[in-house]
């Protein structure tokens, strides 16, 4: 077999397989390898120009993100100080972005930038070596793309939001995972067994899934369970990857100071409020079946060139990537996207062409049928988020957004919320919630000590990073009810309220209908805690969005 040997990947730029000449050393790049590099630094370099663009999409989010990553900045740690239904480290590299774009809300896109390119490279020196060039780069610049695109998965790329950032995060190292396991799984049995530091890389990569959001980390388990059971040296390879997993693990506890009870107790209230509203039946939804077809008939297409113990392999693989696709589906609030077949079609694709996984090369017609299945399966996705991130930086390029809203804030000014995009999203979203968080931000600069925080009872609490405040240790990093708490699981009175002194809650229009979601969980967290709440406290201010109270 010969291929190019300025393609990173390539037999002849590999120092353990290289025949013929002097060997290359281990650590040298290639062209392809920088060409790789180059892209990767080049999404991640637009992702921080286009910074936060006018919001369109479930535009309230973008303050979970900043008001708990300033919470991180201040040094409270989650779990311990707040209790939070996502993992530790999805707020730790937030932290790290606001930290680097000097505490401003373009720090969401330097975060995403900065996890885009570790993740980007990482997923490029698990497939180097093992796939073409071309596939690998492929790999790379959809992983960065995946990690970095202003928008909803599963909605318009245009309607931009950073509304569900951590599902892009954890489809991202679970793409790791899965590729890892395709390589493994579409390998061939003469290959030499594969060194523990890929093992080790694994381990990593499910640890930061659970530490990210345990719902990932579960689901990687059965592709974890299919690697460790295909290929040589299993032994080896279990080892390296629990002992990867123990050292990235020991890291995370460390910094939570080793308080697994409060993680623990957290992950048992989002588990309770997220089995009461759980759709099953969304895992074989219409959009799993039509996005999963291609992968499937790409498979059909492998498998009649592969050897026959092989074909089964296959099979598992891509059922299972289908299936673990649906049942994230299943967890999330979106109805359209599966990333994880756009991965696992490249890694069928380069088996198909090469000699690794099939019999013969597939030649002619079915050659063209390959590239088109997986064309389908990889295109749709990596497209979307291209496009959206392009259409953000010229967006940044045209310069400011003229009549929009925007909030009486020195740190919030530059988030502007544009138009919103359905009546139901009027208190939530575009001027509606502007005038809302202004209605906030004016009753707590006259009625609080400016060196005070705030409690809110709401979805979100902007207001200590808006305003600049210490935060209060206490709350919830976003309290929906029967989806982070419910009422057979949720903080004490004592930890909910923690040291606050000054508590908003919000109120709001009951002309609509449209509010359900937010205005039920504010009536339960007051139904749940009104005891505690009304013998601790006492109203000293109301406006038309808030009611303010004190600690007596």
Known sequence: MTRNADAP???????????GGPAVPRFALSRGDWSAMAAVALVCAMAVYAGVPVLRGFEHDVVFLLSNAYRVCQGQIPHRDFSSAFGALFFVIQAAGLTISGMRPAGVAYANALFGAVIALWMYATARGRMAGAAASALAVYEVLL??????????????????????????????????????????????????SRGFSLGVAWALLVFLKISYGMAAVPVLVLWACCGAGRRRRVVAC???????????????????????????????????TWQPQNMVSSAVVREGIPLLLLAA???????????????????????????????????????LDGLAAVVLL?????????????????????FLLA????????????????????????????????????????????????????????????????DGLDLLRSRTPAGEGVLT????????????????????????????????????????????????????NRAFEDFQAEDLSIQNLLRTYRPEFERGFHPVAETGHWVLWHRQ
Request: aromatic share 12%.
């Open 9 to 19: 990947g390539t037999i002849e730029d590999n120092p353990l397989t290289s025949r």
């Open 242 to 276: 629990c002992a990867g997993f123990a050292v990235a693990a020991l890291a995370v506890l460390a910094y939570l100071r080793f308080d697994l009870a409060d993680m623990l107790r957290d992950l048992s209230y989002a588990a309770s409020g997220r089995s009461a």
């Open 457 to 508: 009872i709401d979805e979100f609490n902007p207001f200590n990073y808006l305003l600049d405040r210490p935060t209060p240790w206490g709350g919830m990093a976003v309290p929906v009810y029967n989806y982070t708490f419910s009422d057979a699981a949720h903080p004490t009175a004592a930890r909910f309220f923690g040291d606050a002194r000054w508590v908003l809650v919000r109120k709001y």
């Open 301 to 339: 297409v492998w498998t009649s060139s592969a050897p026959g113990w092989q074909r089964w392999r296959g099979w598992l693989f891509v059922l299972l990537t289908v299936g673990l696709g649906g049942f994230l589906l299943s967890t999330n609030l979106q109805e359209l996207s599966l990333p």
């Open 147 to 196: 990690i970095t695109a202003p928008f909803s998965l599963g909605f318009t790329p245009v309607a931009f939001s950073f509304a569900m950032l951590c599902n892009r995060y954890c489809y991202a190292v679970v793409g790791i995972v899965l590729v890892e396991c395709g390589l493994q799984v579409l390998g061939t049995p003469d290959e030499e067994a594969p060194g523990a």
């Open 350 to 370: 380069n088996s198909c062409l090469s000699r690794r996984g099939a019999t013969e090369t597939v030649q002619g017609p079915l050659r063209l049928l390959v």
């Open 375 to 438: 064309a389908f399966c990889f295109l749709p996705l990596a497209l979307m988020n291209g496009v959206s991130l392009a259409v953000a930086g010229w967006q940044r390029y045209q310069g400011p957004v003229v009549g929009v809203a925007r909030l009486h804030s020195e740190r919030g000014a530059s988030i502007v919320f544009g138009p919103v995009w359905a009546v139901k999203t009027s208190e939530t979203g575009g001027a509606g919630y502007v005038e809302a968080l202004n």
